[in-house]
């Protein structure tokens, strides 16, 4: 309804601009001569100023305000004797108007009927916008210019940054996996383009976080920890491969880290709630997770620790959370043994399927023997052993056996150092009664050289790294023994190994 008054009112007003100038109150068309007078005034009070300020001497100045007086004098005599165009020029002015006012409208109106759609309703522009969108044709015209603009300049880093996400948004993965690789490679890793190459090979997978994504995702939590997007695919690589504890860190932490209104919240507390079914945990409502509340770890810890192990404090090995400890007493005893089983079962079954530490199967172990089941308790120690795969372990794994009674027998008898971890054997020990101090001393050396190098060029357990540490620091060898301390933290990998190390080197008075 307001179409028509819009209209008339922008026709008067253009009527209006074209008309004022011709009716305006003026007795005379401005003439060539009358303007060439002005002008020559103009330049006679020129003359003055810079006789003023020095620039001219009076002499010229005299000479020059004479020429320019003779023009002037001429200029406004022409001008007296062409009266005449006064009255002309109102006439033409007036009828130039005239003719304005009615030709334009009478364009306007002719030209509307013609090409316009006078019965046409308004169509507001969000209505517009869906009638009429970006045809998919013309999308793909586009998309086909910059790639043919990309193939003669492929080192234009500003248009493989631009083709990335478009190629991503339309679902072109494949594409989009290069141009975000290209744009790495033309303008540096970043946070951005490194979780959008994540992005497009997860999608590119249906969905499946591979472990060539790892490699990306960890380069991009480290070039900026906070971005939210890589640390989701993360909680997803986690979830997929079967690692709920760390999968629910993860989205917890997202979580608590984000504020209430981004739009993947409601994604991140579905996966949160999935996996935490999968764990025998309640449901919980996410919307009592704020922003306020401090994440449990921080994003991209998880990263930090052994991914085929659950974090836990250090020296202990992880048991009911709270909620479940409240609920079993008000449980009868056939809940409570119920929840206890379905607990056994969820810890023998990440461990059978992921692997863990050692403290994790002589638990499970232990659990087991106390519930009667001796043969699922032997099988644990020969899973534990064939997962762990170290001597040591499978000694202590011999051991606790044999304390249960589960037939396991006890290692071969060895001397025992700090920390109750392997020494020399017994035939070493006999040989070394009969060496000189020389010849005894040799041989710890020898046997401490090939133990640091064996950990240096392979690695091992902690107990193995704590007994280098302890022996080199017998033997005076306080830098070494500072070296071997970062070393074995940084072969573990874990915020566990890392406590207990510095730990010992604290205890030990080396100053880490």
């Known amino acids: 309804m307001l179409l028509w008054p819009m209209i008339v009112l922008l026709l ?29 005034k103009d330049q006679l009070r020129a003359i003055d100023r810079e006789l003023d300020e020095g620039q001219i001497d009076r002499e010229d100045a005299e000479a020059a305000r004479i020429e320019i007086s003779r023009k002037l004098l001429a200029a406004a005599e022409k001008a007296e004797h062409s009266p005449a165009m006064k009255a002309q020029g109102r006439q033409m002015s007036r009828a130039m108007a005239m003719a304005l006012v009615v030709a334009v409208p009478l364009f306007a109106v002719a030209l509307y009927l013609q090409v316009g759609s006078p019965a046409l309703p308004d169509l507001p522009l969000e209505a517009r916008a869906r009638v009429a969108p970006v045809p998919e044709n013309k999308i793909a015209e586009l998309i086909r210019r910059a790639e043919q603009r990309l193939a003669s300049k492929p080192d234009d880093a500003q248009g493989w940054e631009i083709m990335a996400p478009i190629y991503l948004r339309h679902q072109m993965y494949g594409k989009a996996e290069n141009a975000f690789r290209q744009s790495i490679r033309l303008s540096g890793p970043n946070a951005e383009r490194l979780s959008g190459l994540a992005d497009a090979i997860v999608l590119g997978n249906n969905g499946i976080v591979t472990d060539d994504v790892l490699p990306i995702l960890k380069k991009a939590i480290k070039a900026d920890p906070d971005h939210p997007k890589p640390h989701f695919w993360m909680g997803l690589y986690f979830e997929q491969h079967g690692k709920y504890d760390l999968a629910e860190q993860t989205y917890t932490t997202l979580l608590k880290t984000s504020g209430e209104d981004v739009v993947w919240r409601p994604t991140v507390a579905e996966r949160l709630n999935v996996v935490r079914k999968k764990q025998g945990l309640s449901p919980i409502r996410v919307a009592g997770i704020k922003r306020v509340q401090e994440p449990d770890i921080k994003l991209g810890d998880a990263l930090k620790a052994d991914t085929g192990k659950k974090v836990a404090s250090a020296g202990r090995m992880p048991g009911p959370t709270a909620e479940q400890m409240r609920a079993a007493r008000n449980m009868s005893a ?53 997962n762990l795969g170290t001597r040591e372990a499978a000694a202590q794994l011999d051991g606790l056996a044999a304390r249960l009674g589960l037939g396991g027998s006890v290692p071969p008898a060895r001397s025992r150092v700090a920390g109750g971890m392997p020494g020399p054997t017994a035939a070493q020990m006999r040989a070394a009664r009969n060496m000189s101090a020389r010849d005894r001393q040799a041989m710890i ?60 080197a604290a205890r030990l008075g080396l100053g880490s």
Do not use: C, H
């Open 12 to 40: 008067l007003l253009t009527l209006a601009a074209l008309v004022y100038p011709l009716f305006k109150g003026r007795d005379t068309l401005a003439t060539r001569e009358a303007f060439d007078a002005n002008v020559y």
């Open 334 to 386: 056939g809940d409570r043994q119920a929840m206890i089983n379905s607990m056994v079962a969820r810890l023998s079954n990440r461990l059978y399927k992921q692997g863990g530490d050692l403290k994790s199967w002589m638990r499970l172990v232990n659990v087991l023997n106390v519930q009667g089941k001796k043969d699922e308790a032997r099988k644990a120690v020969e899973a534990g052993k064939k």
């Open 445 to 504: 050396n020898s046997m401490v050289a090939r133990l640091s190098n064996r950990l240096y060029k392979q690695g091992g357990d902690l107990k193995s790294w704590m007994r280098l540490v302890n022996v080199l620091n017998v033997q005076g060898k306080k830098d070494e023994a500072r070296k071997a301390v970062e070393a074995g933290k940084k072969n573990l990998g874990t915020r566990e190994a890392a406590a207990q190390l510095d730990g010992l």
